[in-house]
Structure formats: structure tokens, C-alpha cells
């Protein structure tokens, strides 16, 4: 095959994976190409290798390994009755583009997913073809994501986590009935059923490796999902709800969002109108004080709105405070970490160091001042050595007072 | 620590590093000049890297002896840790301020639990961004491959901000042992030929040879999974500064991407998105619409559209394909040869045709042109789906318990894919409203068929039809 041939079929099979959120290579186990015959290696945290402009990380090769599908989901670019040029790489084709691009330190590894072609079965086979001839062949060491088709024979499913760091089944739509509507092919019990399959196979070779230390690993960074926001009626109350319920089901490690974004030849069953990208931002402070801040599904729910969703003009968090304003101010001097954890304004970062320095001594407003970035959102919820914001939090325009800019929205929570 | 503070000016000493980057040797001194006891504004500390003289330095005093006596300076892990990645920073202080704080830290234990004290906090900022540097140069440090006699060599030119090289190549070896590799900066250079490490002088950005075929690839990956409907250039800029930019292929890509983002989103949400706006609020705001909708292509042959008929709180909704010729002409849904035999046999079923709202999958007649006579032709399925907005918004609109399709092109615009008539007849599928989806041929099949097929096919529409009208019974 060509150069340009292949530069041809990337473009479409590039383009067509970039409505995948996920480009994680991180919480996988350690390896080395030491004492190997091939190249990789993984530390524990991924590396992102470049951004692009959409301000998204590329730490992997996203690519589909064929955008033809029998599929006809209404929100997908490669939907059958869609008019986008089609193209498919061979697994071999595959291995040699991520080999050479992991040798010259362009990537993590490789993120596989694509269209169904001939049987979801069948399908699923060349996954995992793909990255058996990476391993076994290649004794690639690097990274590996394996989108898994939920209606393939649940041993394929199964076997794709010996190859893979992560396993991931998009759930693609948060309710039942928009799954229905706009994913006429795909059903939530044999999505469910899939996730389920995964768990028990991540579960059980965590297990066995705790006996027996030569047991295969299966997926050690677990298994992920995707839901898109916005193209059905599912408020991010519904969305919150959903995730949680996924967490604890399945265990999932990640849950992402994609806002819906316009897509070339979509059908008219879409909104078409995209969401604001905030929303997906909120959605992913909401998922954060769930795992890093405490926060209950039920809670995060309570900073939504009578009509469900969460508000674009501040970050979920400070929404909480809001609704809850007895809850504060909270003693930075005293208080518990979970306490300090729900001021706004204090990462968990802010607060390690806080429960540290005051181990020292009493703090002043001046000393949390040099912890925290954002003192002028925390200040009206603590009390220090040497303040006391009286009555602030009842003053009916404390939220025109506090809440940020726009700009500063965007970092709060950024790592 | 002021304790031995005099009047005099005192005795500076000059504590020389041979290396810029090299913690083992900081530490021997460090250690040594504790146990003597030295306050830190008695020590310069220099490095050759640093290209700094210190003028009162240059007379004084070498390190001092410590007593045998001395206790073992004591420090805390939390500070080595810190201390060996901050001593790397390029920061010429970063000796005398890693000495201050160990100093410091002899008579308080406890002074990194400290975050908010100026020299812990200078200190955390250097190895936070050292750890940075690092971590950067683990992501944007690009091979380029070089056929030598002895085989491929991957080679790479680097900037780094710190002197970080050397603690950073065990990353590289860990990483691409099999290769042999080597990363050129202007500190200095590594190379790995696949067994053992070797340190080289520093190089110029020119020993790095360009032109590596496997970079235009690289380029369309990256300008392929850039979605231009979500510019955040910000984002980008934050995590990839443009101080790297130059060194990186991909970069050179972004002005044009950015620059074309707009234009590429448009084309798009153009190539087949169409805002319909909010949903109609009435049946005549419906109709009205579909007067002027040009959504599809069949909207654009001259046509008028359709508009379905009926209660508008009917229990039954009957959708069929699209209008034909007589309905076209007449303005109304199942006025031509199909449309009798659909009331010929819905009253044979019991079912009273005036009390089910009848309306078509498609609001526009298509058709190809035959002499005078207009024949029909199958919609494809995007125009189905196209045209699924409208009855959609009926059926927000009058909500019918059940909904009885007719043939092949109804039953997609229900349920959004296509299914079997034949295997998907005679049972009820629950929509998303939780209303009851019906499936049957469409009559006009029946009309093509003769013999004896055509009656095999009309007792199973007649029979389908029973079943919708049992239901019907049962739901009144
Ligand atoms: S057939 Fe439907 S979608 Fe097409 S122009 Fe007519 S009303 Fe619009």
C-alpha cells in the first residue's frame, strides 16, 4: 500500500474516532521493554503527547478500524444510512501505523474501536486480532484501549481484556428511551450485559493474580464508558444518576461525556442544535465531587436546578454551597477534611495542605490566602484565626459577588 | 539559626558543584556543612552550569571540617524527595535555598508541613516545575529515524527548560530499549545503543537531521481528530505553551486549523444538519411547515406536501409511506386506489375509519416522471429520517395509544431503523411514548400482487387489522 493511500484512509478513520471523549492512557500496571524484544513501556500515569486545538489530548492513535457499519444509530457519523466516505485498514495496517508512531514518541498507544462490519462477532475478532499481533508479535509494551462491541459473543468480549489496559462499551445515551430512539440497533440490557461480563472478568483475575502470581492480567486500567450529552430530552440530573448507577454497578473507572456535536449528514431525529460545551464541563465537576470530594449522586443532584440541570454560570460545587449556605462558614482551624472539602473554591490539593500547616499553627485568612488560588470565592464560606465573614453567606447577591468569570470556571478543576 | 550572627561580615565559603544537575554531591556537602555547623548566609554555592562568580566569594574559605563529634543532619523524606528535583531547576538560588530550608529544618521537624512558609513554598514551586519540565519532555520530544550502517538510530532534538537531561534518560531507556536512540540538547546530548547509556557534548539543533517521511502522516492524524465544532485554544495553550511549538512537526499545523475550524464546523453542520427549530406547538402549525419545508430533496420537485387527517384525539393513528398521485392533487392522505382498499378493509375489521387520525411517513410525493403520468418511488431512508420530524411532532401532538404502520418506509420512521414487515407483523412493539407500534403491509402492496398471493396477503392485512381492532375494543 501507498504512503498516500494510507494518509487517505487515516484521515477518514481519524476523523470518524474524534467524537470519542476518551483518550486516557493512564492506571494501567508498570512495564518496561527492558529485557523485551519490542518497545513500550507504561508508568502508572499516561502521557499526553500533544494537544490539539479543541483543547483535547492526544496520548494515543484514536482510529477506527473501519468506519463501514450495519449499524444505524441516528447521532453517528458512520451510521449505515449516512452519506460519509468509508475506508477500512487491515490489522496489519493498524499495528505498523501504531508501531511507528509509538517509535518515534507520538503516542502512548493505540485506541481502537470501529463500525460493525459483517457480524459484531466478526468485528470484535479484528480488535482483537489488532492487538494480538501487537503483542504477541511485537511485544508491544505500550498502551491499549479496546472499545468492545456489546453484541459480540461474550467470550470475544472477554478476551479482548488479555490484550488490552482498558476495555471500554459506550453506553451511548444516559436513558433507556433515548437509547431506543436514537439507537434503534443497540439495547441497554446487551450494553449492560456486556459491562457486566467485563466486571466479572476484571474482578476475577484480580483474584486469581492475588494466588497465583502468574495469572494472566485482564484490562488492569479497567473498563470506561461514554454517554453523549444533549442529543435527547435526559437532564444532567438523569445523567448524574445514570453515572453513579454505572460506578457502582460495574465498577467502572470513568465515566465521559461528549456533548453532542453537529455531525456531517445527521439525521433529522437530532436536536441539532448543540449543547453548550459548559454543560459537558459541569458534567465532569459533577462526576469529580463524587469521586474526589464526597459529594453523594443525590447531592450533586441537589445543585441542579428545578428543571434538572446543573447552571452554566457556575461550577456545581459553589451551586451546592449555595443551596446550603447553613452548612457554612466552615473553620478552616478546625473543621473536618470532609467539611473543608465542601468549600468552594478549595481543591483537594488547598485542602492537604491546609490540614498540614495547621498542624503547625492557627491560620489566618492571609496563610489560606497562599494555599488556594481563588481566596475571593472562599473567603465568604470560612472562618480563620483572624476572620469571620458575618452574614456573608445570607446576602441575597453573594452569587453575583462570587461567581467567577468565565475564564477561571474553565480551571477550577483542572489537574 | 541567627544565634551566631556577628557584626563582622562572615566568612563566606564556597561550595563548588561540578555539575549542574548532580543531587548526590549537594547532599554530601550539605551534610557536611551542617555538621559544621555553617549557617547558610556563611555559604555561596556555584555550579559551572550557572556561570556565576561570586566576588566576595572568591577569596574565602574552603569547606569547613566538621567536628567528629557532630550529630548526622537529619531530614525528612518529604524534603528529599522535593530537594531532588528542585536542585535541578535552572534557578542559580536553588542550592543556597535548598541548604536554607535543611538548615532550617534541623531545629524544626515538622517545617514541610508547613505550605504556607515562603522558603517551603519556593521550594515546592521549583520541583513543581522541574517535575514539569520533565514530564513535557517525556511527551514532546519527537524521534526522527536515521539509517545508519549499523541499523536504524532514532534521534531527537530537545530543548529542555532545566537541567533535567540525565535524570530523564532512564525515562527514554525504560521506554525504547530495543531502539537505539539518541536526544540531543543544547546542555548536552544521550545516546542508548540498546545496551548501555552514553552522555555526549552539548548540540545544535542542525545534528538532528529533518525529513522524516512518517511526520505527514503524524500531521494528518492530529489535524484529523481535532474536532473544529469545539475550538478551545486556551486549553491547548496552557498544556502545550508555544515555547515547544518549534520542535514539534505537528505544531505547524495549528494556525491553519484554527484559522479553518469555522469554516470546516459550517461545512459540517451544512453537509446534513438542519436545525428544525422547536417543535411545532399545533397540527396547523405542522401543516403550515411542511408547505415550506425543503429539508429534503423530494421538498424540492414542486410538489405540495400532505398534511395527515383526522380526530385530534384519536385513539388509532394509521401512518403510510408517502402521498401518491391522487393525494398530491387532492391535498389529502389515502384518497387514491390504495387508500380504498384501506377503508375497504379497515371496515371490514370494525374499525371506523373516521375516528383514526391517517397521516404518511413522508409529507412530499416522490415520483419520476413517465410521458403524463407521475410514478411513484420508494423514499430512501434519509429522507425518511429527514422527514421523521414531522410526524414526530404529530404525535407529540395527538398522542394516540396505538399506531398502526403501513408497509416498510412507515415502520422506519417509527422506529428509526428498518425492519421486517413480514417477521415484525401481528405484534405490538412499545414506542418511547409507551404507545403500541402496529406493523402491516402497505395496501398498495396488496394492489401489485394477483391470484392467489393477493389473497394469502390480504387475509394476513385483514388480519393484522382484527388484532388492532381487538385492541382497540380492548383500550375503550
Ligand atoms: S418530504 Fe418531508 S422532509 Fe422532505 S421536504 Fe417534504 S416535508 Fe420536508
Same mark, same amino acid.
Given at each position: 500500500?501507498?504512503? +498516500?493511500?494510507?494518509? #487517505?484512509?487515516?484521515?477518514?478513520?481519524?476523523?470518524?474516532?474524534?467524537?470519542?471523549?476518551?483518550?486516557?492512557?493512564?492506571?494501567?500496571?508498570?512495564?518496561?521493554?527492558?529485557?523485551?524484544?519490542?518497545?513500550?513501556?507504561?508508568? #502508572?500515569?499516561?502521557?499526553?503527547?500533544?494537544?490539539?486545538?479543541?483543547?483535547?489530548?492526544?496520548?494515543?492513535?484514536?482510529?477506527?478500524? +473501519?468506519?463501514?457499519?450495519?449499524?444505524?444509530?441516528?447521532?453517528?457519523?458512520?451510521?449505515?444510512?449516512?452519506?460519509?466516505?468509508?475506508?477500512?485498514?487491515?490489522?496489519?495496517?493498524?499495528?505498523?501505523?501504531?508501531?511507528?508512531?509509538?517509535?518515534?514518541?507520538?503516542?502512548?498507544?493505540?485506541?481502537?474501536?470501529?463500525?460493525?462490519?459483517?457480524?459484531?462477532?466478526?468485528?470484535?475478532?479484528?480488535?482483537?486480532?489488532?492487538?494480538?499481533? %501487537?503483542?504477541?508479535?511485537?511485544?508491544?509494551?505500550?498502551?491499549?484501549? %479496546?472499545?468492545?462491541?456489546?453484541?459480540?459473543?461474550?467470550?470475544?468480549?472477554?478476551?479482548?481484556?488479555?490484550?488490552?489496559?482498558?476495555?471500554?462499551?459506550?453506553?451511548?445515551?444516559?436513558?433507556?428511551?433515548?437509547?431506543?430512539?436514537?439507537?434503534?440497533?443497540?439495547?441497554?440490557?446487551?450494553?449492560?450485559?456486556?459491562?457486566?461480563?467485563?466486571?466479572?472478568?476484571?474482578?476475577?483475575?484480580?483474584?486469581?493474580?492475588?494466588?497465583?502470581?502468574?495469572?494472566?492480567?485482564?484490562?488492569?486500567?479497567?473498563?470506561?464508558?461514554?454517554?453523549?450529552?444533549?442529543?435527547?430530552?435526559?437532564?444532567?440530573?438523569?445523567?448524574? #444518576?445514570?453515572?453513579?448507577?454505572?460506578?457502582?454497578?460495574?465498577?467502572?473507572?470513568?465515566?465521559?461525556?461528549?456533548?453532542?456535536?453537529?455531525?456531517?449528514?445527521?439525521?433529522?431525529? @437530532?436536536?441539532?442544535?448543540?449543547?453548550?460545551?459548559?454543560?459537558?464541563?459541569?458534567?465532569?465537576?459533577?462526576?469529580?465531587?463524587?469521586?474526589?470530594?464526597?459529594?453523594?449522586?443525590?447531592?450533586?443532584?441537589?445543585?441542579?436546578?428545578?428543571?434538572?440541570?446543573?447552571?452554566?454560570?457556575?461550577?456545581?460545587?459553589? &451551586?451546592?454551597?449555595?443551596?446550603?449556605?447553613?452548612?457554612?462558614?466552615?473553620?478552616?482551624?478546625?473543621?473536618?477534611?470532609?467539611?473543608?472539602?465542601?468549600?468552594?473554591?478549595?481543591?483537594?490539593?488547598?485542602?492537604?495542605?491546609?490540614?498540614?500547616?495547621?498542624?503547625?499553627?492557627?491560620?489566618?485568612?492571609?496563610?489560606?490566602?497562599?494555599?488556594?488560588?481563588?481566596?475571593?470565592?472562599?473567603?465568604?464560606?470560612?472562618?480563620?484565626?483572624?476572620?469571620?465573614?458575618?452574614?456573608?453567606? *445570607?446576602?441575597?447577591?453573594?452569587?453575583?459577588?462570587?461567581?467567577?468569570?468565565?475564564?477561571?470556571?474553565?480551571?477550577?478543576?483542572?489537574? | 539559626? +541567627?544565634?551566631?550572627?556577628?557584626?563582622?561580615?562572615?566568612?563566606?565559603?564556597?561550595?563548588?558543584?561540578?555539575?549542574?544537575?548532580?543531587?548526590?554531591?549537594?547532599?554530601?556537602?550539605?551534610?557536611?556543612? !551542617?555538621?559544621?555547623?555553617?549557617?547558610?548566609?556563611?555559604?555561596?554555592?556555584?555550579?559551572?552550569?550557572?556561570?556565576?562568580?561570586?566576588?566576595?566569594?572568591?577569596?574565602?574559605?574552603?569547606?569547613?571540617?566538621?567536628?567528629?563529634?557532630?550529630?548526622?543532619?537529619?531530614?525528612?523524606?518529604?524534603?528529599?524527595?522535593?530537594?531532588?528535583?528542585?536542585?535541578?531547576?535552572?534557578?542559580?538560588?536553588?542550592?543556597? @535555598?535548598?541548604?536554607?530550608?535543611?538548615?532550617?529544618?534541623?531545629?524544626?521537624?515538622?517545617?514541610? *508541613?508547613?505550605?504556607?512558609?515562603?522558603?517551603?513554598?519556593?521550594?515546592?514551586?521549583?520541583?513543581? /516545575?522541574?517535575?514539569?519540565?520533565?514530564?513535557?519532555?517525556?511527551?514532546?520530544?519527537?524521534?526522527?529515524?536515521?539509517?545508519?550502517?549499523?541499523?536504524?538510530?532514532?534521534?531527537?532534538?530537545?530543548?529542555?527548560?532545566?537541567?533535567?537531561?540525565?535524570?530523564?534518560?532512564?525515562?527514554?531507556?525504560?521506554?525504547?530499549?530495543?531502539?537505539?536512540?539518541?536526544?540531543?540538547?543544547?546542555?548536552?546530548?544521550?545516546?542508548?545503543?540498546?545496551?548501555? @547509556?552514553?552522555?555526549?557534548?552539548?548540540?545544535?539543533?542542525?545534528?538532528?537531521?529533518?525529513? *522524516?517521511?512518517?511526520? &505527514?502522516?503524524?500531521?494528518?492524524?492530529?489535524?484529523?481528530?481535532?474536532?473544529?465544532?469545539?475550538?478551545?485554544?486556551?486549553?491547548?495553550?496552557?498544556?502545550?505553551?508555544?515555547?515547544?511549538?518549534?520542535?514539534?512537526?505537528?505544531?505547524?499545523?495549528?494556525?491553519?486549523?484554527?484559522?479553518?475550524?469555522?469554516?470546516?464546523?459550517?461545512?459540517?453542520?451544512?453537509?446534513?444538519?438542519?436545525?428544525?427549530?422547536?417543535?411545532?406547538?399545533?397540527?396547523?402549525?405542522?401543516?403550515?411547515?411542511?408547505?415550506?419545508?425543503?429539508?429534503?430533496?423530494?421538498?424540492?420537485?414542486?410538489?405540495?406536501?400532505?398534511?395527515?387527517?383526522?380526530?385530534?384525539?384519536?385513539? @388509532?393513528? !394509521?401512518?403510510?409511506?408517502?402521498?401518491?398521485?391522487?393525494?398530491?392533487?387532492?391535498?389529502?392522505?389515502?384518497?387514491?386506489?390504495?387508500?380504498?382498499?384501506?377503508?375497504?378493509?379497515?371496515?371490514?375489521?370494525?374499525?371506523?375509519?373516521?375516528?383514526?387520525?391517517?397521516?404518511?411517513?413522508?409529507?412530499?410525493? $416522490?415520483?419520476?416522471? /413517465?410521458?403524463?403520468? =407521475?410514478?411513484?418511488?420508494?423514499?430512501?431512508? #434519509?429522507?425518511?429520517?429527514?422527514?421523521?420530524?414531522? !410526524?414526530?411532532?404529530?404525535?407529540?401532538? %395527538?398522542?394516540?395509544?396505538?399506531?398502526?404502520?403501513?408497509?416498510?418506509?412507515?415502520?422506519?420512521?417509527?422506529?428509526?431503523?428498518?425492519?421486517?414487515?413480514?417477521?415484525?407483523?401481528?405484534?405490538?412493539?412499545?414506542?418511547?411514548?409507551?404507545?403500541?407500534?402496529? !406493523? &402491516?403491509?402497505?395496501?398498495?402492496?396488496?394492489? =401489485? %400482487?394477483?391470484? *392467489?398471493?393477493?389473497?394469502?396477503?390480504? =387475509? $394476513?392485512?385483514?388480519?393484522?387489522?382484527?388484532?388492532?381492532?381487538?385492541?382497540?375494543?380492548?383500550?375503550?
Amino acid at each position: 500500500m501507498s504512503r +498516500t493511500d494510507i494518509m #487517505g484512509r487515516l484521515e477518514i478513520l481519524a476523523d470518524a474516532a474524534k467524537y470519542d471523549a476518551s483518550c486516557a492512557s493512564s492506571g494501567t500496571v508498570k512495564r518496561s521493554s527492558k529485557g523485551g524484544k519490542g518497545i513500550g513501556s507504561t508508568e #502508572g500515569m499516561g502521557i499526553c503527547h500533544a494537544y490539539a486545538p479543541d483543547g483535547r489530548c492526544i496520548s494515543l492513535l484514536k482510529i477506527l478500524l +473501519t468506519n463501514h457499519c450495519v449499524f444505524d444509530c441516528h447521532y453517528c457519523i458512520n451510521r449505515k444510512s449516512s452519506n460519509t466516505r468509508r475506508a477500512r485498514f487491515t490489522p496489519q495496517e493498524v499495528v505498523d501505523l501504531t508501531l511507528s508512531f509509538y517509535r518515534r514518541n507520538y503516542i502512548e498507544g493505540l485506541f481502537l474501536s470501529s463500525g460493525i462490519v459483517k457480524s459484531s462477532s466478526h468485528t470484535m475478532e479484528q480488535l482483537i486480532e489488532v492487538s494480538r499481533i %501487537l503483542r504477541e508479535e511485537h511485544d508491544f509494551r505500550g498502551y491499549i484501549h %479496546l472499545k468492545t462491541i456489546p453484541e459480540a459473543d461474550p467470550e470475544l468480549v472477554a478476551r479482548a481484556g488479555l490484550y488490552a489496559d482498558r476495555v471500554s462499551i459506550n453506553v451511548e445515551l444516559p436513558t433507556v428511551a433515548g437509547l431506543t430512539r436514537l439507537a434503534p440497533d443497540k439495547s441497554a440490557p446487551q450494553i449492560e450485559g456486556a459491562m457486566g461480563t467485563l466486571k466479572t472478568a476484571i474482578v476475577e483475575a484480580k483474584d486469581a493474580r492475588k494466588r497465583f502470581r502468574n495469572a494472566p492480567r485482564f484490562a488492569p486500567a479497567g473498563q470506561s464508558t461514554q454517554m453523549i450529552v444533549g442529543a435527547d430530552a435526559a437532564t444532567d440530573s438523569d445523567i448524574v #444518576g445514570r453515572a453513579s448507577a454505572l460506578y457502582g454497578q460495574f465498577g467502572l473507572r470513568r465515566v465521559y461525556y461528549s456533548a453532542f456535536s453537529p455531525i456531517p449528514d445527521a439525521s433529522a431525529v @437530532l436536536p441539532l442544535k448543540r449543547p453548550p460545551l459548559m454543560r459537558e464541563h459541569r458534567l465532569y465537576q459533577s462526576d469529580w465531587l463524587m469521586r474526589f470530594y464526597g459529594y453523594a449522586p443525590h447531592e450533586v443532584q441537589q445543585a441542579a436546578g428545578a428543571d434538572g440541570m446543573l447552571p452554566l454560570d457556575m461550577d456545581p460545587k459553589l &451551586a451546592w454551597a449555595l443551596q446550603f449556605r447553613a452548612d457554612f462558614p466552615v473553620d478552616v482551624n478546625r473543621a473536618p477534611r470532609e467539611r473543608l472539602l465542601r468549600v468552594p473554591g478549595l481543591g483537594v490539593r488547598a485542602v492537604n495542605a491546609i490540614l498540614a500547616a495547621r498542624r503547625q499553627r492557627r491560620l489566618r485568612l492571609d496563610d489560606v490566602g497562599k494555599l488556594t488560588v481563588s481566596l475571593g470565592k472562599v473567603r465568604p464560606f470560612i472562618v480563620a484565626e483572624d476572620w469571620r465573614p458575618v452574614l456573608l453567606t *445570607d446576602r441575597a447577591d453573594l452569587q453575583s459577588m462570587i461567581a467567577p468569570r468565565r475564564s477561571e470556571q474553565l480551571e477550577l478543576f483542572a489537574s | 539559626m +541567627t544565634a551566631r550572627q556577628t557584626l563582622r561580615r562572615p566568612t563566606l565559603h564556597r561550595a563548588s558543584l561540578p555539575a549542574a544537575d548532580d543531587f548526590e554531591i549537594w547532599r554530601d556537602i550539605a551534610r557536611r556543612l !551542617i555538621r559544621a555547623d555553617m549557617p547558610p548566609e556563611c555559604v555561596v554555592w556555584e555550579s559551572p552550569a550557572d556561570q556565576r562568580a561570586d566576588l566576595f566569594a572568591s577569596r574565602d574559605a574552603f569547606l569547613p571540617e566538621p567536628p567528629v563529634s557532630a550529630q548526622q543532619p537529619r531530614a525528612t523524606r518529604a524534603f528529599l524527595q522535593l530537594a531532588q528535583s528542585a536542585v535541578l531547576h535552572i534557578d542559580p538560588e536553588r542550592f543556597s @535555598l535548598l541548604y536554607r530550608l535543611l538548615w532550617r529544618l534541623q531545629s524544626n521537624h515538622r517545617l514541610m *508541613d508547613d505550605k504556607a512558609d515562603e522558603d517551603v513554598r519556593r521550594v515546592e514551586d521549583l520541583a513543581r /516545575q522541574v517535575r514539569r519540565d520533565i514530564h513535557k519532555m517525556r511527551a514532546f520530544v519527537r524521534f526522527r529515524v536515521v539509517e545508519e550502517p549499523e541499523g536504524e538510530r532514532y534521534v531527537a532534538w530537545f530543548e529542555p527548560e532545566h537541567h533535567i537531561l540525565r535524570a530523564n534518560a532512564a525515562f527514554f531507556v525504560r521506554r525504547f530499549t530495543s531502539m537505539h536512540w539518541s536526544i540531543l540538547t543544547p546542555r548536552g546530548s544521550i545516546h542508548w545503543d540498546g545496551e548501555a @547509556l552514553h552522555e555526549g557534548p552539548p548540540a545544535a539543533r542542525t545534528d538532528a537531521r529533518s525529513g *522524516d517521511p512518517v511526520e &505527514a502522516l503524524w500531521g494528518k492524524y492530529y489535524s484529523s481528530i481535532f474536532n473544529p465544532a469545539r475550538l478551545k485554544v486556551g486549553a491547548m495553550l496552557k498544556e502545550m505553551p508555544r515555547k515547544y511549538w518549534k520542535n514539534m512537526p505537528e505544531a505547524a499545523l495549528i494556525p491553519e486549523l484554527i484559522a479553518g475550524a469555522q469554516a470546516r464546523e459550517a461545512r459540517m453542520v451544512d453537509a446534513g444538519a438542519q436545525d428544525f427549530g422547536d417543535r411545532p406547538k399545533s397540527l396547523v402549525e405542522v401543516g403550515d411547515a411542511i408547505v415550506a419545508c425543503r429539508r429534503c430533496a423530494i421538498g424540492c420537485n414542486g410538489t405540495s406536501a400532505v398534511m395527515g387527517e383526522g380526530p385530534t384525539d384519536p385513539v @388509532l393513528m !394509521i401512518v403510510g409511506e408517502q402521498p401518491g398521485d391522487q393525494e398530491e392533487l387532492q391535498g389529502r392522505p389515502f384518497v387514491g386506489p390504495a387508500g380504498q382498499v384501506l377503508h375497504a378493509h379497515l371496515s371490514g375489521a370494525g374499525i371506523a375509519a373516521g375516528r383514526a387520525y391517517v397521516t404518511n411517513a413522508v409529507k412530499h410525493f $416522490k415520483f419520476v416522471p /413517465q410521458g403524463k403520468r =407521475r410514478l411513484h418511488q420508494t423514499p430512501t431512508a #434519509g429522507e425518511i429520517d429527514t422527514c421523521r420530524w414531522w !410526524i414526530e411532532s404529530e404525535r407529540a401532538l %395527538l398522542r394516540p395509544r396505538i399506531v398502526l404502520a403501513l408497509g416498510a418506509s412507515a415502520a422506519r420512521s417509527l422506529l428509526g431503523k428498518t425492519v421486517s414487515v413480514q417477521s415484525e407483523r401481528g405484534k405490538p412493539r412499545t414506542l418511547d411514548d409507551g404507545s403500541e407500534l402496529w !406493523i &402491516a403491509t402497505h395496501p398498495s402492496y396488496l394492489l =401489485r %400482487l394477483e391470484g *392467489d398471493s393477493r389473497v394469502l396477503e390480504e =387475509r $394476513k392485512f385483514i388480519n393484522d387489522l382484527r388484532s388492532v381492532a381487538m385492541r382497540l375494543s380492548q383500550l375503550s
